[in-house]
């Protein structure tokens, strides 16, 4: 089964760091495009990043609110994604969720998210 | 940055009714590659279509999507309880970021 299952969210203070997972299962992790959105409470949904396949350069790209503060990384070997967020802000508060899609069975598949909280 | 501006904000409407959804681009979105989304209250988001007219695995032929270069239109042909929620255009063509439009609420009148 396609699966993708986040970690890792939390409550956090600003100025602080926190690092997401997201667990892959039912195909073939390394050959994927990984892409990070986030939705902030009562929002739109926000484009936070992606890093492609190791097999198209692995290089990660990120939206201008969070370049400099967040890095996403991919574990082949665990097929696990990553988001290391440091420097966060109380405009990170948001459900994070990870997402790829596969253009050869033509559908997309999101995890259930995770909640990130920045508060004093 | 390519914006996406979706109209309208809110379309209220009825079961068996038609739906149209529009998004509108700041800039040419290359090769049209350009996702709908929908979004139910309290989860992920699902993917519709992609390359602005191909429907996504499993969806139901009642949705379609058509439109090049700027503009963009979704179209729901009769509406099924189940239609009403948030739908959203994404923009995956250039280089990033891959910018969302801000959504469209569908809801019943």
């Known amino acids: 089964e396609l699966q993708l299952v986040e970690s890792g969210g939390g409550l956090v203070k600003p100025g602080g760091s926190l690092r997401l997972s997201c667990a892959a299962s039912?195909?073939?992790?390394?050959?994927?495009?990984m892409t990070w959105v986030r939705q902030a409470p009562g929002e739109g949904l926000e484009w936070v990043g992606h890093i492609k396949s190791k097999t198209d350069g692995g290089a990660a790209d990120y939206a201008a609110p969070t370049e400099g503060r967040f890095t996403i990384s991919r574990d082949d070997s665990r097929n696990t994604l990553y988001l290391q967020m440091d420097s966060l802000k109380t405009e990170d508060t948001a459900m994070y969720y990870c997402?790829?899609?596969?253009?050869?069975?033509?559908?997309?598949?999101w995890g259930q998210g995770t909640l990130v909280t920045v508060s004093s | 940055e390519i914006v996406l501006t979706q109209s309208p904000a809110t379309l209220s409407l009825s079961p068996g009714e038609r739906a149209t959804l529009s998004c509108g681009a700041s800039?040419?979105?290359?090769?049209?590659?350009l996702a709908w989304y929908q979004q139910k209250p309290g989860l992920a988001p699902r993917l519709l279509m992609f390359?602005?007219?191909t429907r996504a695995t499993g969806i139901p032929d009642r949705f379609s999507g058509s439109g090049s270069g700027t503009h963009f239109t979704l179209t729901i042909s009769r509406l099924e309880p189940e239609d009403f929620a948030v739908y959203y255009c994404q923009q995956y063509g250039s280089s990033p970021p891959y910018t969302f439009g801000q959504g469209t609420r569908l809801e019943i009148k």
């Open positions: 390359d602005a007219s």
């Open positions: 997402y790829t899609f596969f253009r050869g069975g033509q559908q997309g598949l």
């Open positions: 800039q040419s979105v290359t090769y049209n590659y």
């Open positions: 039912g195909f073939t992790f390394s050959n994927a495009w």
